[in-house]
C-alpha cells in the first residue's frame, strides 16, 4: 500500500512545483509499474480470462472457504498482501491474491477499475477445485477495502468482510489529475460508466492527502450517491481503523459506515480501532510481515502498529471460520 501512494504524492508535489503547463504534462504519465511478488512454494501465477494474481490452495480435498485478497494502491502484487495470502492458506482458506490495476494487462493508473475484474475472479475462485463455491469472503485494505466493500454490495452471496482502513465513499480515481486539477474519473467503473464518486477537495497538506480526504468528505451531503449503500449487503462485516491515521480519515469513515448501516436497517459491522496506530493498522502480525517495517510512516507508533496487528489477525481469522466455517 504505501508505494502506491508514495507514487501519488511524488506527482502531486512535481505538478504544484512545475505549474499549470509541466503539470499537465506530469499528470499524463503513467506511474512504474508495479513489482509482482512470486507465488512461491505454496501457490501458483494465474493469469487467464482476465484474471491476474496468485493463487494460494489450501491443503486437502476441501471443500474449503476461500477469500478473496485485495490489496492497496500499491497495485500489482505486493509483499505485504502475499504474507496475508500464506496465513491464510495455513488456515484453511484458498486465497486468491488479485492485481488490479498497475500490473499487465491492467489498468497502470487507479481510474476507472471495471468492477467486473473482481466480479472474474470471484467466478473464478467459486470454480476451483476443493473450493465451497458458497463460503467465499473478500478481505481488503485501503483502496482494496473500498473495492470490497463496493463488490460486496453488488456481487450476490459474499459470505463475510472484513475491511481494513475502510472507506465509506467511492473517490475520484488516484490520479494528479483528480488531485490537483479537479474531478476527472471514478476509482472503479461498471459496464463502461464510472461508479458515482466524491471529488478530492484543496489541496495536500505538508504531511500527505489528508486534507483533500477530509474536505471532499464535506460534500458528501450534496452527492450521496457517492457513499457505499451497505445495506445492500446483508453479509457479516469486520471494520478495522487506526485512530492516528495520516493517509485517510479511515475512522470517521468507518464511523459513518456503521451509522448508515444502523440507519439503515442493516447487519452490525463488528469494528477494531486502534488508539496508536495508523495505515499501517491492519495486515500480518510482524512474524509473518517483517518487510512491512513502513508501517509507523503513514500513522502512529511502530509499536502501536504492530501491537494493533498483533491483536487484529487472530480476531480476523476468528471471525472468517466463525462465518464461513473451516474445511470439511
Request: with cysteine; hydrophobic share 40%; glycine share 14%.
Amino acid at each position: 500500500m504505501k508505494r502506491g501512494w508514495k507514487i501519488a504524492l511524488g506527482v502531486v508535489g512535481a505538478v504544484v512545483l512545475i505549474g499549470a503547463g509541466g503539470g499537465a504534462w506530469m499528470a499524463s504519465l503513467p506511474p512504474k509499474p508495479a513489482k509482482l511478488v512470486e507465488a512461491g512454494p505454496t501457490g501458483q501465477r494465474i493469469d487467464a480470462a482476465g484474471v491476474l494474481g496468485n493463487y494460494f490452495p489450501a491443503a486437502g480435498e476441501g471443500p474449503h472457504p476461500a477469500v478473496l485478497l485485495l490489496g492497496g494502491s500499491e497495485g500489482g502484487l505486493s509483499q505485504g498482501a502475499q504474507a496475508q495470502a500464506l496465513l491464510l492458506q495455513a488456515e484453511g482458506f484458498s486465497t486468491l491474491q488479485l492485481a488490479y490495476h498497475n500490473a499487465p494487462g491492467k489498468s497502470a493508473k487507479l481510474v476507472n477499475i471495471p468492477l467486473e475484474d473482481f466480479y472474474r475472479a470471484l467466478d473464478w475462485l467459486k470454480k476451483q477445485p476443493g473450493v465451497d463455491a458458497g463460503r467465499i469472503a473478500i478481505v481488503g485494505y485501503s483502496k482494496g477495502a473500498e473495492a470490497g466493500l463496493l463488490v460486496a454490495t453488488r456481487y450476490p452471496g459474499i459470505g463475510a468482510a472484513v475491511l481494513g482502513m475502510p472507506s465509506s465513499v467511492v473517490w475520484d480515481g488516484m490520479s494528479a489529475e483528480n488531485y490537483v486539477l479537479g474531478s476527472f474519473s471514478s476509482s472503479w467503473s461498471e459496464k463502461g460508466e464510472p461508479v458515482a464518486h466524491l471529488a478530492y477537495k484543496g489541496q495536500p497538506g505538508s504531511e500527505g492527502l489528508m486534507p483533500v480526504f477530509v474536505n471532499g468528505l464535506k460534500e458528501l451531503d450534496s452527492n450521496p450517491d457517492a457513499a457505499i449503500p451497505v445495506e445492500k449487503y446483508n453479509g457479516p462485516l469486520m471494520l478495522i481503523c487506526g485512530e492516528a491515521e495520516k493517509l485517510w480519515p479511515s475512522c470517521p469513515m468507518t464511523d459513518q459506515i456503521v451509522e448508515r448501516a444502523k440507519a439503515k436497517g442493516a447487519p452490525q459491522p463488528v469494528v477494531l480501532r486502534y488508539k496508536d496506530a495508523g495505515h499501517g493498522v491492519a495486515g500480518a502480525p510482524r512474524s509473518a510481515a517483517s518487510k512491512d517495517a513502513w508501517v509507523s510512516k503513514l500513522g502512529g507508533t511502530e509499536e502501536g502498529n504492530w501491537v494493533a496487528r498483533a491483536d487484529s489477525w487472530p480476531k480476523v481469522v476468528a471471525f472468517l471460520k466463525a462465518k464461513l466455517g473451516g474445511p470439511e
